[in-house]
């Protein structure tokens, strides 16, 4: 055959060769000229492929990782075009100067979602009415991956630990398994993962069922891996906690995400305060570093790798006012800790206290940085665009909006599944029946910092620890951080299940009964305020029947407290006092280390063991507290 005859076919076949792989011309491009971002090209726009016209094949609204990457498909596209015989030369020429115009490529967007401070709250309204669900929750993440599909989902910690029943009951495995089943990237440890110790957190992370729980490795099948836990298929992240025998990192503490080929850093880290906050006992052997200043030590090696994209995830944060998209007044560590961050962190997305804000905060140079916490408890999401110039790596802006979950919409049918088989076995501990009120206890406080549930739970510790052999205990103090929810009032009697128990005190605290002298009692308590004894944040001890105090704000550390009494007598500065505290407290919990010093130390029941037999022991109803014990000047 000719050679310019099989040069014809071979038009001819390429002719026939579909064009529109790439391109979804459900709707082909209308506009009369092909348009390559803001440039026109001066090239006829017309269908070359089916519906697809030359706009649609070139596709230059999706994503591209650099401009070479755009250039090389518009080159590809065109020099098909122009074998086909569908544009001339010419033509070619035009598109391809528009699309060396164009800038298409030099920018990349990139979405983040965000969360804090979820604490296992998977099943709608267990804990509070507003808790959503994680059902709701993996919906509304769905929504948001996919508006765009580069993304990250990431946590800023407290994912898990002082949880709802329907997690904490099962170890927080189904937490585990929901968060596997949305699809997330990277947790920042908050100090809830430590609640239970560093082996358990260590085996959130790579799985295995607990070793003497019977309630772990209950899962479905589909979330097991060898008839076991599976553990988490997400990261956690912790780079500023060290095994202080090894001086590595006991977590990996940077994670990195590549978007077509545009890497972003996500550093994760908990508070450096953890100590204070978890039982000694879970962190013994390990050290908490300075946020601030784990940062900047990683960045310079993040820098060396060729990424400029770094975000800061940190389980600590601050307040502030104006809704959750507001930043009026902002206050707390997280203000200190970003004045002090090295000027390439873009963003930080904060959590701990459990307040959602959306704010630009300086940074070491005085460059506004942005900082977002999303609450708690699923109840908000905070979406986050980052703008990445794919030239030079870094991020050129930044938009950042908090959203509400809500309670209402559709649920995920996958994560309701895994819920409701949760649910389900914990029904018959849950729904137990231990006692009753006469109304709805609150943990809200009053001024002086005292609730009506803090001296039912007090006055429960204070009633198991009271016989001989059991602690012989004349006080108990109980940390206000350990009562999680109000006790509600269920119509028509009042009855307190387990679960309503349970979501009031999640920890599973052992009770403690020390002695201490009058002179340690007053310690403990001068304690409680901020910057006193070096104590991070006021922490009003809720105390038993028989005991009060008073205390004048106005007045120096260490000078706050007067007329402590006792069943109606002073307490005598040399006199020795048994006094019993949950086992967090005993360790030295939220900053209480007095209480180490506490000898002749007795164990007894479990904290939500001695409430229950306490609500058993009063067979009209137990009423909520009087708060008259602390009085504040």
Not at 255 to 262: E, P, S
Not at 445 to 451: F, M, P, Y
Not at 490 to 503: K, L
Not at 511 to 533: D, H, P, R, W, Y
């Amino acid at each position: 055959m000719p050679k310019p005859l099989l040069a014809r076919l071979a038009l001819l076949l390429a002719a026939t060769l579909p064009l529109g792989a790439l391109a979804d011309c459900a709707t082909p491009d209308s506009s009369p000229t092909v348009l390559l971002g803001s440039v026109d090209s001066g090239v006829s726009n017309r269908a070359v492929d089916g519906q697809c016209t030359i706009d649609d094949l070139i596709a230059d609204e999706q994503a591209w990782g650099s401009q070479a990457a755009f250039l090389n498909h518009a080159s590809k596209i065109s020099f098909d075009l122009l074998k086909q015989r569908r544009i001339t030369a010419a033509e070619r020429s035009r598109l391809m100067v528009a699309a060396q115009s164009s800038g298409i490529g030099t920018q990349l967007k990139v979405k983040l979602i965000a969360f804090n401070d979820f604490h296992g709250s998977i099943k709608a309204g267990e804990g509070s009415s507003s808790n959503p669900g994680v059902a709701r929750f993996a919906t509304r993440i769905q929504a948001l991956k996919a508006v765009n599909p580069l993304h990250a989902v990431v946590s800023a910690g407290d994912m898990i630990g002082a949880s709802p029943l329907t997690s904490a009951l099962f170890k927080d495995e189904p937490t585990i398994e929901a968060m596997n089943r949305i699809g997330i990237d990277f947790n920042a440890v908050g100090n809830h993962e430590f609640d239970e110790g560093r082996e358990e957190l260590l085996r959130m992370q790579h799985g295995g069922n607990h070793p003497t729980d019977a309630f772990s490795g209950k899962g479905l099948a589909a979330d097991k891996k060898h008839g076991e836990f599976a553990g988490a298929q997400f990261k956690f992240l912790a780079a500023n906690v060290l095994d202080t025998a090894t001086q590595q990192t006991l977590l990996p503490g940077v994670g990195i995400k590549d978007f077509l080929g545009n890497k972003v850093a996500f550093i994760g880290m908990t508070l450096e305060a953890t100590p204070t906050i978890v039982s000694p006992a879970g962190v013994a052997g390990l050290s908490f570093a300075d946020e601030a200043d784990t940062v900047n030590a990683l960045v310079p090696q993040l820098q060396a790798q060729g990424i400029k994209s770094v975000v800061v995830l940190v389980h600590e944060g601050g307040f502030a006012a104006g809704g959750m998209n507001g930043c009026s007044g902002a206050s707390g560590p997280i203000v200190d800790i970003v004045s002090r961050l090295d000027p390439e962190v873009d963003l930080v997305i904060s959590g701990h206290t459990h307040q959602a804000y959306n704010c630009l905060l300086p940074n070491k140079a005085g460059k506004p940085v942005r900082v977002t916490s999303g609450g708690q408890y699923a109840r908000n999401l905070t979406d986050i665009d980052l703008t990445l110039d794919t030239r030079s790596k870094d991020v050129l802006s930044i938009a950042a909006t908090n959203l509400l979950t809500g309670t209402g919409g559709e649920q995920d049918a996958g994560l309701l599944e895994l819920v409701n088989h949760y649910d389900a076995l914990a029904l018959v501990p849950k729904s137990r029946v231990i006692g009753s009120i006469t109304a709805a206890i609150s943990r809200a406080a009053n001024a002086a910092g005292e609730s009506a549930l803090g001296d039912v739970i007090a006055d429960a510790q204070l009633k198991a620890t009271q016989p001989v052999g059991f602690g012989e205990a004349r006080v108990a103090f109980m940390n206000p951080g350990g009562i999680r929810a109000d006790l509600p009032f269920n119509p028509p009697s009042g009855q307190v299940t387990y679960g309503d128990a349970f979501t009031v005190q999640p920890f599973g605290n052992s009770l403690v009964t020390m002695s201490l002298s009058g002179a340690q009692i007053k310690t403990l308590l001068e304690t409680q305020f901020t910057g006193c004894n070096g104590q991070l944040a006021e922490r009003i001890l809720q105390v038993s029947q028989g005991f009060s105090y008073r205390y004048s704000s106005a007045q120096p550390c260490n000078a706050r407290i007067d007329q402590m009494m006792l069943d109606g007598q002073p307490v005598s500065p040399a006199a020795s006092y048994r006094v019993t505290v949950n086992s967090f407290l005993a360790d030295g919990g939220d900053g209480f280390v007095v209480l180490r010093e506490g000898t002749q130390r007795l164990g007894g029941a479990v904290d939500t063991d001695a409430f229950e037999a306490y609500l058993q022991s009063t067979p009209g109803g137990v009423s909520p507290g009087p708060q008259n014990r602390i009085t504040r000047q």
